[in-house]
C-alpha cells in the first residue's frame, strides 16, 4: 500500500502534500485504526 507525496515548490518555500490515495489505502488505515495523514506535512 502506498500514500503518493509530493514536493511542491512555493513563494515560501516547499510544501509536501499527501495526494489522493487509493479507496484500498483509505480502507487499510481504517482497518488498522491508523489516522490518514493530513494533506499538508510541512511547509519548509
Do not use: F, Y
Request: aromatic share 2%; net charge positive; proline share 14%.
Amino acid at each position: 500500500m502506498r500514500i503518493p507525496l509530493a514536493q511542491l515548490p512555493s513563494p515560501n518555500g516547499r510544501v509536501w502534500q499527501v495526494t489522493d490515495s487509493s479507496q484500498d489505502a483509505a480502507n487499510r488505515l481504517k482497518a488498522l485504526k491508523i489516522e490518514p495523514p493530513k494533506p499538508i506535512l510541512s511547509l519548509d
